[in-house]
């Protein structure tokens, strides 16, 4: 999994952080249950489908009253049989 353009937008008056972008499933297989979570607060990537290799899919995260640290991306492998 990547993480590709990913964008801060700060608002200061309402203390809140938005942070947009792209993940792409690189190799490894398919995986469901894509999260991408940012301070503790994540966001289901396409509602949990399966999603195959070399898809790319857009997120937005808003985060409020915390400066956080840390994008990251949570998947499971999708078995093969």
């Known amino acids: 999994m990547a993480i590709r353009d990913a964008r801060p937008t700060i608002d200061f008056e309402a ?7 792209e ?3 690189t ?3 398919p995986v469901k249950d894509v999260k991408v ?4 607060t994540c966001a289901l990537i396409d509602g949990g489908k399966i999603l195959a290799v070399g898809y790319t899919a857009r997120f937005t995260l808003t985060v ?10 949570e ?3 999708q078995q093969r049989r």
């Open 27 to 29: 190799a490894g297989g």
């Open 64 to 73: 409020s009253g915390k400066r956080p640290k840390g994008l990251s991306v």
């Open 75 to 77: 998947c499971f492998v």
């Open 37 to 40: 979570c940012l301070g503790g």
């Open 23 to 25: 993940v792409f499933v």
């Open 15 to 21: 203390d809140r952080l938005t942070m947009s972008g």
